[in-house]
């Protein structure tokens, strides 16, 4: 894991609030929210429905802007960029995968993970090589010209997974990746996204209600009260990414509590099964 001593972040967060209108009244998801991820970090942010994950998802992502605080993407206050601007920024340096693959049934594995290039008006032998390339990187060499409706749930996911890092994101977004999988196939999902960041150094970012995912992430986080706490309080890997004074913070919110206490009896049952 990177030492933040010495890197500059990759995602600096500062002071971000985060409103919308809903039926004449404010609501604020996240409030005053601080965080940094440094390049190569894996982070799990768990949290309720309505906790205001995936808005800090979109967020990180650039697909949304904050009401009020700051974003920097290296050093660069990214939001001071133009739409155009962001639009290049987003297809350059951000990959993202949804819980739903979005593939289009029409074109092969292939083909689909071929298509950023395709619409970069990249080489299509060159985007070929490079698409063939990824799908054997996620265990599907051997579907190349599957059709997705010929795949399973999890191969599409892989073929999705594949595609978000076609143009060598920096950065991976993923939005309950493994919410319509069985456990046996998210926990391939989890697999392949560690070994990725492990063999190519992208760093990872996952929204997520899976407790079992949560565990495989060195980094979780919990949306409470619309900022960010350790998932276990003191995590001393969080410490210089999350503001001190919430280093200790324990879940205000009887469903984060919920969520705690599935990962540690998840944690607990494991261990127990090591022992035995």
Same mark, same amino acid.
């Given at each position: 894991?990177?030492?933040?001593?010495?890197?500059?972040?990759?995602?600096?967060?500062?002071?971000?609030?985060?409103?919308?209108?809903?039926?004449?009244?404010?609501?604020?998801?996240?409030?005053?929210?601080?965080?940094?991820?440094?390049?190569?970090?894996?982070?799990?942010?768990?949290?309720?429905?309505?906790?205001?994950?995936?808005? *800090?998802?979109?967020?990180?992502?650039?697909?949304?802007?904050?009401?009020?605080?700051?974003? *920097?993407?290296?050093?660069?206050?990214?939001?001071?960029?133009?739409?155009?601007?962001?639009?290049?920024?987003?297809?350059?340096?951000?990959?993202?995968?949804?819980?739903?693959?979005?593939? *289009?049934?029409?074109?092969?594995?292939?083909?689909?993970?071929?298509?950023?290039?395709?619409?970069?008006?990249?080489?299509?032998?060159?985007?070929?090589?490079?698409?063939?390339?990824?799908?054997?990187?996620?265990?599907?060499?051997?579907?190349?010209?599957?059709?997705?409706?010929?795949?399973?749930?999890?191969?599409?996911?892989?073929?999705?997974?594949?595609?978000?890092?076609?143009?060598?994101?920096?950065?991976?977004?993923?939005?309950?990746?493994?919410?319509?999988?069985?456990?046996?196939?998210?926990?391939?999902?989890?697999?392949?996204?560690?070994?990725?960041?492990?063999?190519?150094?992208?760093?990872?970012?996952?929204?997520?209600?899976?407790?079992?995912?949560?565990?495989?992430?060195?980094?979780?986080?919990?949306?409470?009260?619309?900022?960010?706490?350790?998932?276990?309080?003191?995590?001393?890997?969080?410490?210089?990414?999350?503001?001190?004074?919430?280093?200790?913070?324990?879940?205000?919110?009887?469903?984060?509590?919920?969520?705690?206490?599935?990962?540690?009896?998840?944690?607990?049952?494991?261990?127990?099964?090591?022992?035995?």
């Amino acid at each position: 894991m990177t030492d933040f001593t010495t890197e500059t972040p990759l995602i600096d967060m500062r002071g971000i609030f985060k409103r919308f209108d809903h039926r004449g009244d404010r609501v604020s998801v996240l409030r005053n929210l601080d965080f940094r991820i440094f390049p190569g970090d894996q982070v799990a942010i768990m949290g309720p429905s309505g906790a205001g994950k995936s808005t *800090l998802l979109q967020l990180m992502g650039t697909l949304d802007a904050p009401t009020q605080g700051k974003m *920097l993407f290296d050093g660069e206050d990214i939001f001071a960029r133009s739409s155009a601007g962001l639009a290049r920024f987003r297809n350059d340096q951000i990959g993202f995968v949804f819980q739903f693959h979005h593939l *289009l049934p029409e074109f092969t594995a292939l083909e689909n993970v071929m298509m950023p290039g395709l619409i970069g008006r990249m080489n299509r032998a060159e985007a070929s090589k490079r698409a063939e390339k990824l799908l054997g990187d996620v265990g599907l060499g051997h579907r190349l010209n599957h059709q997705p409706g010929e795949l399973s749930g999890g191969e599409q996911q892989r073929v999705a997974v594949a595609r978000a890092l076609f143009k060598k994101p920096r950065l991976l977004l993923a939005d309950e990746p493994t919410g319509n999988l069985d456990l046996r196939t998210g926990a391939g999902i989890h697999a392949i996204l560690r070994e990725l960041n492990e063999t190519t150094g992208v760093t990872i970012v996952v929204v997520t209600h899976d407790p079992r995912l949560a565990q495989t992430m060195p980094l979780r986080v919990l949306v409470d009260d619309g900022q960010l706490i350790p998932q276990t309080p003191g995590d001393p890997r969080l410490r210089g990414r999350i503001p001190e004074e919430l280093m200790e913070c324990e879940p205000r919110q009887a469903g984060q509590r919920r969520l705690v206490e599935a990962v540690e009896d998840q944690v607990a049952a494991e261990q127990r099964a090591v022992n035995e």
